[in-house]
């Protein structure tokens, strides 16, 4: 039988599997993101001005930038940023930013969103590679920050995440120093060089083979909560492997009691990862050792993962580019192909019937 790490790094196995070459958009992210914050601080934006609030407006793989932004401001900005995810909007007043964050253009929530802007005295920005969302933005008058990148969503966290914080800082809502930048830079070139295909010890090959078989359940430590949230949506786009997300100190104040009774009936498939990193306040590091510590000696499969990076910015890529690798190696491991996504679009084509 083939072990593990050698199936992993069979390029025969690799072609049959991913005949498209889905490990080259994981590849490229570095790149992406350079050219995503370029764009964002160099397109124009008219009348910018400083919003008393900002909603990120968005679904699936285009919101998990807006996700990453929130998540920053959270503890660096004092101007509420929240994200959206469904049709409808809060009240909406001419203090608020809304930017309005569509891939394909065509994300039938986010038109929704955006007819609620446009009747509004709001300020919006789409961000879009073009589709309605664009051509009705710029029927409105609405900035557009446009795109071109040929991978699916989820591959585009790049733009998600750099073209919002850029918005975010040319409108004075956060304060986010070029070196913090090049530091979200070199992590995610960092963790191409750590976790991608080249690397021999790679800890998104060693994780995958132990994900491989059982139901990942992930736990995100403090800002690392976005990160969790990304691991478990590409475990099931790219693996096609169905995942849970959690978050530190919430989960300690709930599922702990079940998952780390010594007397509870386990569900034996379940594999934790808790995410972890130095920039995770000092209690709630702790609070990972800890679950971890009860967990273990409750009989659970246990694993804390802790990709780096020294700046917030910096440990939620590194988290999140061990979760892309890992989602990558384990739908090699499933001998499933990571591109297509055949039964949410069946999804989309019976909702536009309806």
């Known amino acids: 039988m083939v072990d593990a790490l050698t199936l992993l790094a069979d390029p025969a196995h690799r072609a049959r ?4 070459g889905f ?4 590849e490229r992210l570095p790149e992406q993101a350079r050219e995503a914050w370029r764009l964002g601080i160099e397109s124009p934006l008219p009348d ?3 919003p008393a609030r900002v909603l990120l407006a968005g679904v699936g793989g285009s919101a998990i930038g807006a996700d990453v932004a929130a998540t920053l401001a959270t503890n660096a900005s004092s ?6 995810r469904n049709y409808h909007l809060p009240p909406l007043t001419a203090e608020t930013l809304v930017i309005l964050c569509s891939f394909s253009g065509n994300t039938e929530e986010t038109l929704e969103a955006f007819e609620t802007v446009a009747a509004s005295e709001a300020q919006g920005i789409a961000i879009t590679t073009g589709g309605s969302l664009a051509s009705r933005a710029h029927a409105a008058g609405m900035p557009v920050i446009s795109y071109e990148w040929p991978g699916p969503p989820r591959t585009g966290l790049g733009y998600g995440a750099f073209v919002p914080l850029a918005i975010l800082r040319r409108a004075g809502v956060m304060d986010l120093p070029d070196i913090e930048i090049e530091g979200g830079f070199v992590a995610l070139e960092r963790g191409v060089e750590e976790f991608g295909l080249e ?9 995958a083979i132990w994900l491989d078989g ?10 690392l909560e976005v990160a969790a949230r990304r691991w478990a949506g590409e475990m099931s786009e790219n693996a096609k492997q169905e995942a849970a997300a959690y978050a530190i100190p919430e989960f300690n104040h709930n599922q702990l009691e079940a998952v780390a009774r010594p007397d509870a009936e386990h569900i034996d498939p379940l594999r934790f990862v808790i995410l972890d990193a130095p920039p995770v306040h000092p209690r709630n590091r702790l609070r990972v050792t800890q679950t971890a510590e009860m967990m273990q000696a409750a009989g659970r499969q246990v694993q804390i993962a802790d990709a780096g990076g020294e700046t917030p910015l910096e440990a939620i890529l590194a988290s999140c580019t061990l979760g892309s690798w890992t989602s990558y190696y384990l739908g090699l491991l499933r001998s499933v192909d990571p591109a297509p996504l055949t039964v949410m679009d069946r999804l989309k084509r019976s909702l536009a019937q309806g």
Request: glycine residues 6%.
């Open 214 to 223: 059982g139901v990942p359940a992930i736990i995100g430590a403090d800002l």
């Open 199 to 207: 690397s021999t010890e790679s800890r998104a090959k060693h994780l």
């Open 17 to 20: 599997i991913d005949p498209t």
């Open 23 to 26: 490990h080259r958009l994981l």
């Open 79 to 84: 101007t509420p940023v929240q994200v959206v």
């Open 48 to 50: 910018l001005r400083r």
